[in-house]
């Protein structure tokens, strides 16, 4: 056996065999923050940099996790005349191999996507394979301290003039690890409780003479479990980034059409989901009913355009009535999405998807991806025992 394959066979042979470090246990998840530095692709003409970033992890076996991490940095060209911003998300497989108490060794691999913005040439994104490899040092049982260094390599570059794109960056950050409860107590912890949540997101819809457009939303809900099922009540409201045009019907109009704006859309959600596993990070979904309303509904009646004719005051309130209309449906929807559980706390994300209504100023579907977090406020057992 030649010397490199030696080695690498006795690596992973202690990583198998090893005591577990300090903090390291199956389904933990690693939460942290870091510095970087980043030696950029000599043809990208750009200077080194110091940037910062965010990661999270799981940790499926006390060897193995997955990992999401999303980092930033403001360089500088080597001319000193440009500068750029280049946004950086990624996900890993992690391989881990401790050795010690305290002390973490680990490999990762996985992909990369970057996004350099601003303008030209830096207004390109490229997709990236990433290699790396780290030290863990733990001190108490939640924190570490995390060493690494990884390499992106990207076959080919939408920087122009590149055929392909390489990127080295160092880091330096601390790590939190949420160890998680016993299997069986965690199961009695989610059943039967009162959760109250807030979830934030990205609301996606379109009219019927506007494409899709991308808007914030925020919103709050209200969860009651029993064992693998909850109700759900949900109200969310969505910020738009400009006024949304669309077209209605109107008899009274010369050409039998009202052109309307709207800004905001708000909804009330009512629901079931399903939480089959009961483990820290486990699948959900669920559907239901929703009354959503389009918010500042406004129909233009300056008489500018063929579609803006309001000869009477009469005419102006009724057309400002069936905007009025069409600003409220209700409709049907369906979610699914991941949830991670630490005893009262639970992190999820998921999707949600509703139905379309007829008349209604939002065109089609709607979809929402979202983020949030929901914490129980005690047990709705026990609540609903005391009242028989």
Known sequence: MKPVSRFLTSVLLLGLLGSPAFAQRAEQIEVGGFG?????????????????????GYYTSNRVGIELEGGYQNPINVFGTQTATVSLASASLVLNFPYGKTNEFYILGGYTRLAFANTPPYSFTDNGLHGGVGDRLFFGQHWALRLEGRAIWSPKTNYPGGTWG??????????????????????????????????GGIFLSKTNVQGTTYDPMIGGHWLI?????????????????????????????????????FHDMRRLMFGVLAFPTQKVVEPFAGGGFALMQV?????????????????TLSDQIAAQDRAEE???????????????????????????????????????????????????????????????
């Open 36 to 56: 970087s530095y980043t030696r950029y692709d000599r043809a990208f003409l750009l200077k080194n940099q110091v940037g910062g970033g965010v990661r999270i």
């Open 295 to 311: 918010l500042n509904p406004l129909v233009d009646c300056s008489g500018s355009t063929p579609n803006s004719d309001c000869p």
């Open 225 to 261: 479990t029993a064992r693998r099922t909850a109700l759900y009540v949900g109200y969310e409201q969505a910020v738009f980034l400009g006024d949304d045009p669309a077209v209605i019907t109107d008899p009274n109009s010369s050409t039998g059409l009202r052109d309307v704006t």
């Open 326 to 388: 069409a600003a409220s449906k209700a409709f049907f929807w369906l979610s699914g999405g991941v949830q991670i559980s630490y005893g009262k706390l639970s992190v999820f994300g998921q999707y949600v998807l509703t139905s379309s209504a007829r008349g209604f100023l939002l065109d089609g579907t709607t979809h929402s991806l979202q983020g949030g977090v929901r914490y129980s406020l005690g047990t709705a057992k026990e609540g609903v025992t005391e009242q028989h």
């Open 166 to 199: 390489g990127q080295v960056i160092g880091s330096a950050g601390l790590s939190y690890f949420l160890i998680p409860p016993s299997q069986g107590s965690r199961a009695a912890a989610n059943n039967y409780q009162w959760y109250w949540g807030a979830q």
